[in-house]
Nanobody, 123 residues
Framework: VQLQASGGGLVQAGGSLRLSCSAS????????MAWFRQAPGKEREFVAV????????HYADSVKGRFTISRDNAKNTVYLQMNSLKPEDTAVYYC?????????????????WGQGTLVTVSS
């Protein structure tokens, strides 16, 4: 599967952005989908994950209550709604797909990655 992330940009602290990740192929529904991010000089970190049928969702503590992950299997797309953005949310955001029924917050568990979209939050 090929993943294409979009929706990044420059926003002021307290603002909102919605990221999208579109996937090619007919098997999107079989993948667990996640978002990760990587800030300059830091390691890639987990943000949020959603199971194939929306039955389970998990967030990193740092974004809980501010970010919402969702998916539209008919459109082969996963979203990340980001509200109340903070300067520390500045990073390149990546979507990832995992060929499994199980959630994971570990980047090495994911089989496919998008190219990343940059989110910059100014103070």
């Amino acid at each position: 599967v090929q993943l294409q992330a979009s929706g990044g940009g420059l926003v002021q602290a307290g603002g909102s952005l919605r990221l999208s990740c579109s996937a090619s192929g007919r098997t999107f529904i079989t993948y667990v989908m996640a978002w990760f991010r990587q800030a300059p000089g830091k390691e890639r970190e987990f943000v949020a994950v959603i199971t194939r049928g929306d039955s389970s969702i998990h967030y990193a503590d740092s974004v809980k209550g501010r970010f919402t992950i969702s998916r539209d299997n008919a459109k082969n797309t996963v979203y990340l709604q980001m509200n109340s953005l903070k300067p520390e949310d500045t990073a390149v955001y990546y979507c990832a797909a995992r060929s499994s029924i199980y959630l994971s917050s570990l980047s090495y568990d994911y089989d496919y990655w998008g190219q990343g979209t940059l989110v910059t939050v100014s103070s």
